[in-house]
């Protein structure tokens, strides 16, 4: 466990309190769902995924290739035409609420999975994620009997084969932010979940099939890149909904174009989280910690560029060294925790790479003193202070632990700086002052703007970004525009 | 002796100004009877870049404006142009329109200009959301312009469908360089200087003239463009802009409805080009009063 040597006053730790995992079901292979039935991969071959947090491996999973994807695709067309497409709204609204329920009834299930699989928290798991997937169906479920309220003079209809292929940073949640409203909105599904973290999916899809689900309505595929661009490819696919790296997303962007297919892409930030000098400094700094290690800091939204007010920036570094003192960083099973396991070893390549980037370019480096479980793939909390607008940590997404921390003295100029990045996904705000906040959240150019806090989600926010971080919402009536074609 | 006409030279529009072209070059359209409709220039890749410029500086004073006052400076160019009806029907003429269709043109058009003006301080109460939320926040999304929008106008429409696409999008706060129907280009430069003087701020409303084959790359690829929409009907076309529109994560629209009919508008040409911005406030939430209020 963590200790910490540099507190001066007493050394103590919190006593283990590990969420049991004896009440999870993992099978030891997991094929592919098609059809509402569980497929062999064409291939016969299966990949591994482990536990980033001790490198255990957890189970074995499909690699579905072109031939699977083509097989899901084809089920998936057959649901929407024979079943889906046809069946009363209301009728469609009750097989997600039952998939809502399901959900809820196996949720300590799935969040202990999803930590195990992930390497995030359990309080994460168990507090954030987990719920919010299963609100996301409950809440979309009521939406598929409603959609001509949500689109005024206009007939909606419903699209056909959605592909939709989803991240490795919240595995479950991406599943349900995809799956609910394409649902609703009357279309069929054929999802990848990423290849680090596949097993969420392949629990919903116990659950799908529990419910009851007409067969072929939701298809998983799990897979790597190349099953991904079957799904992208694939001519009989309507919609492609995608949401991971800007890089990956302009690749689909491109080999969707002149295709006809609908996207949406919820892509990278680079999100800026501004504290002035009135801002209430304790909870700013919560907010800073929640803005940028929440998740390890792989979050699309994080806000990893803080922008501090020069008068108070002093004050609001040291109380930030302070917080990542006393952060718990170690297994993501235990309750204690606030820093899990990196996802994946790639992952932590990466990261290490910024922050060796970092040290070069002349940025001062902080990372408090905790010990590191010897296995599993970890990161500690990591600052950088002294760094230019130039600074490639400052640009690049790095998608870990990482903050950098710049300075302002005025509104335009923090404005200025906020807005200088191609992406535009979030940002924070952080300020007594009501008028100042109305003032920012109108000048900035993101998508979702917290106002004295941060990394707040729900089933009726829309959630999505400007510019180079995608486009199309997720999330509340906007999220139900990516899945309906009005005429 | 008969009067010797004054024929007049066909500009491009820039930051509220009417340069020529700055490459000097020039292309000469001919109608259907092979007359030539003028020397109209042929822009180049920099009046592009210049006209980008012009639309994003001017789209933080424009996105700013009172939506109230954007609305009145929408009608303003409905009376300009309504004043100036029988120029754009000589025009459509010229470029090979019947009287009667040509008058039609125009006629939609004012009253498509003044359709839009009425959606500015409208259509965001419509797209606009409180959304409520588990937690004890305040949570609201409205629309916001996505920025400088590139508009290639329809090849077979002189005016309505450059009004259609161009209105839409400025009605919502946006920022535009448009590129005028190829062979057809008259009536777009007429309408700059409808544009011109009607209040509506230099560098609005940007209009270039010229080749589609030179002036769709430069408009898609152009890093500070944040949204294209076509008004074609080419396949190929389509496909380069979408590609292109990679570089940046543009947003494209494609339309292609017949302008020419009464119904071809609605809020959603102004929605399409808005992006839905979110924000969360914490409710405080500490006193003791509760619904017993």
Not at chain 1, 258 to 281: C, H, Q, R, V, Y
Not at chain 1, 414 to 423: C, D, R, S
Not at chain 2, 53 to 63: I, N, Y
Request: charged fraction near 20%; proline fraction near 4%; include cysteine.
């Amino acid at each position: 466990m963590a200790t910490k040597k540099n507190i001066p006053v007493v050394e103590w730790d919190y006593a283990p309190s590990l969420e049991g995992t004896s009440h999870i079901q993992l099978k030891k292979q997991y094929d592919l769902f098609i059809d509402g039935k569980w497929v062999k991969p064409s291939s016969g071959k299966y990949f591994q995924t482990i536990n980033p947090a001790n490198e255990e491996v957890l189970s074995e999973v499909a690699y579905g290739n072109e031939n699977d994807v083509d097989l899901a695709v084809k089920a998936a067309r057959k649901a929407y035409a024979e079943v889906w497409s046809v069946m009363p709204a209301a009728e469609r609204a009750k097989y997600i609420y039952r998939i809502a329920r399901l959900m809820q009834e196996r949720a300590r299930e799935l969040a202990v999975i999803e930590t195990l699989d992930a390497g995030k928290t359990i309080r994460e798991s168990r507090d954030i994620d987990v719920p919010l997937a299963c609100n996301h169906f409950f809440y979309y479920a009521g939406w598929a009997d409603k959609l001509e309220y949500a689109f005024p003079n206009r007939k909606v209809e419903s699209i056909g084969v959605a592909g939709q292929i989803i991240p490795w940073n919240f595995p479950l949640l991406m599943a349900a932010w995809k799956i609910a409203p394409a649902l609703a909105a009357g279309n069929t599904v054929v999802l990848k979940p990423a290849e680090t973290t596949p097993l969420t999916a392949l629990k919903l899809a116990e659950i799908i099939e529990a419910s009851g689900l007409p067969a072929g309505v939701v298809n998983i595929v799990t897979g790597f890149g190349d099953t991904g661009a079957a799904i992208v490819n694939h001519t009989d696919v309507d919609k492609i909904a995608f949401t991971g790296s800007t890089n990956v997303g302009k690749i689909i962007q491109k080999a969707v174009a002149g295709k006809g297919k609908k996207l949406t892409l919820e892509l990278g930030g680079k999100s800026a989280n501004i504290i002035f000098d009135d801002a209430p400094i304790d909870q700013a700094v919560e907010g800073i910690i929640n803005g940028i290690f929440f998740n390890q800091g792989h979050v699309c939204c994080a806000g990893s560029r803080l922008f501090v007010q020069e008068n108070v920036a002093d004050k609001v570094i040291a109380k930030l060294k302070d917080r990542l003192n006393s952060l718990y960083l170690g297994n993501p099973l235990d309750k204690n925790t606030d820093i899990g396991a990196i996802n994946s070893k790639e992952q932590l390549e990466t990261i290490n790479k910024y922050i060796k980037i970092g040290k070069q370019e002349g940025a001062e480096m902080y990372q408090p003193t905790c010990s590191i479980p010897k296995k599993g793939f970890y990161c500690p909390p990591t600052l950088f202070t002294n760094v230019a607008q130039s600074n490639v940590i400052a640009q690049e997404e790095i998608f870990g632990p990482v903050l950098t921390i710049q300075t302002f003295r005025t509104v335009d100029e923090v404005i200025q700086k906020a807005n200088n990045t191609p992406f535009g996904l979030a940002a924070g705000v952080w300020t007594d002052k009501g008028s100042r906040i109305f003032n920012l959240t109108t000048k900035l150019r993101a998508g979702v703007i917290w106002a004295n806090t941060y990394n707040k989600f729900d089933p009726t926010s829309p959630f999505g970004g400007y510019k180079e971080s995608g486009f199309g919402r997720e999330g509340g009536l906007h999220g139900l525009s990516s899945y309906v074609k009005l005429v | 002796m008969e009067r010797l006409e004054v024929l007049k030279t066909y500009k491009i529009y820039i930051g509220g100004q009417f340069p020529r072209t700055e490459s000097g070059r020039y292309y000469t359209p001919v109608n259907k009877a092979g007359k030539a409709l003028g020397n109209i220039c042929l822009s180049s890749r920099k009046d592009a870049r210049n006209a980008v410029s012009a639309a994003r500086k001017a789209f933080g004073g424009w996105s700013e404006r009172a939506a109230f006052n954007r609305g009145q400076i929408l009608y303003r160019i409905a009376e300009m142009l309504e004043g100036r009806r029988s120029q754009f029907i000589e025009e459509l003429i010229l470029q090979g329109s019947t009287k009667k269709a040509a008058e039609e043109e125009v006629n939609l058009a004012i009253d498509r200009i003044v359709y839009y003006a009425g959606w500015c301080d409208k259509y965001q109460a419509i797209v606009s959301s409180v959304n409520p939320v588990a937690s004890s926040h305040f949570n609201f999304s409205v629309a916001e312009p996505m920025g400088v929008v590139g508009v290639i106008a329809p090849e077979n429409s002189s005016l309505i469908g450059l009004v259609s696409l161009v209105l839409p999008a400025i009605c919502g706060g946006n920022t535009v360089v448009v590129l005028a129907a190829e062979h057809l280009p008259l009536c777009a430069v007429t309408f700059a200087e409808v544009v011109n003087s009607s209040d509506v701020p230099g560098g609005v409303i940007n209009i270039l003239t010229g080749s589609n084959k030179e002036m769709n790359p430069t408009l898609s690829t152009h890093m500070d463009v944040n949204a294209i929409v076509y008004g074609g009907n080419d396949a190929v076309a389509l496909k380069e802009l979408q590609e292109n529109a990679v570089l940046n994560v543009k947003r494209v629209f494609a339309y292609s409805n017949n302008w020419a009919k009464s119904d071809a508008q609605g809020l959603h040409f102004v929605s399409d080009l808005q992006e839905i911005k979110t924000t969360w406030h914490p409710i405080e939430n500490i006193g003791g009063a509760t619904s017993s209020y």
